[in-house]
């Protein structure tokens, strides 16, 4: 794996993302995964499903010395993987939009630098190990080969490190839950507690806050819902970690909430924008990549 990105010195704005709302709305966008390509590497090679997505280069000759958004393609076959796959997100749900977004918002406001790119990976590609942080999104509906459960549990041991986003409901949770203990049978998740570092690391996150998918977001406005209708308990966000023998963190599993959709669709409504991305899903992810590759 490569040397993790330097301890980066943050220079965050209490006003940045207002900011960058008002003078930087428009290059964002949408999409729920459809017209994937499944020889596609990396999030620019798919058209945006909503407002566009920002561009950027940076310095010639350090083009590989940035953080990378590393997306796991991966294959249905949870439990839970009926649901997802009839509704035809799995994946590659919010790409590339939410990919994008997210690196650009990266690079604006903190000191990181971010690939223009981002990057779609297989567990078993030998390249996974030149990517510190991967992202699986809606993983009710994801299961592991038996390869995979071995090249995740060396990827995350070594210093990688796995963020899991976007599902709903205690199916979608189970399913999660027993993927892991494929990978670690000997540890368990735990709920991480609002005073862990990672709250403070660049924003100050006082709240587990819930994002919708965009629909119920824009609709909360008149109903005050913000969850999806699944089993179990959907209303109450969770955010859960697994730990390595010394403590540091490997997974971290953002539940009943859509931070991808947050990052993705921040063009669509002022509204939307306001209420979840800007307050709760970029602050968030900000967070969880920067204390990721810092820690």
Known sequence: MKRRLPLLVVFVAVTGLVMAQRFGRGFWGGGEGGGM????????EIPSHSTGTPMWENRKGFEKDVFTFSRVRYSPGGRFGGYYGRRGGGWATDL??????????LQQMTSMKC?????????????????????IVEPGGFGLTDPEVAALRKYLLNGGFLMFDDFWGEAAWLNVEREMKRVFPERSFA?????????????????????PNVRTGEESQYTGVTWEMHDGDTRTVHHRAIHDDKGRMMVFAA??????????????YEYYFKNFSERIAYPLGINVVFYAMTH
């Open 191 to 211: 709920e991480l507690p609002l005073d862990h570092p990672l709250y403070t690391c660049v924003f100050q996150i006082k709240s587990k806050g819930q994002v």
């Open 37 to 44: 390509r499944g020889d596609a590497r990396t999030a620019r």
């Open 96 to 105: 590339p939009d939410s990919d994008l977004n997210l690196s650009y918002r």
């Open 115 to 135: 690939s223009p790119d981002g990057r779609i990976i297989e567990l078993t590609d030998p390249d996974l190990f030149e990517y510190p942080w991967i992202y």
């Open 255 to 268: 539940h009943n909430t859509d931070n991808g959709d947050g990052w993705e669709r921040e063009g669509e």
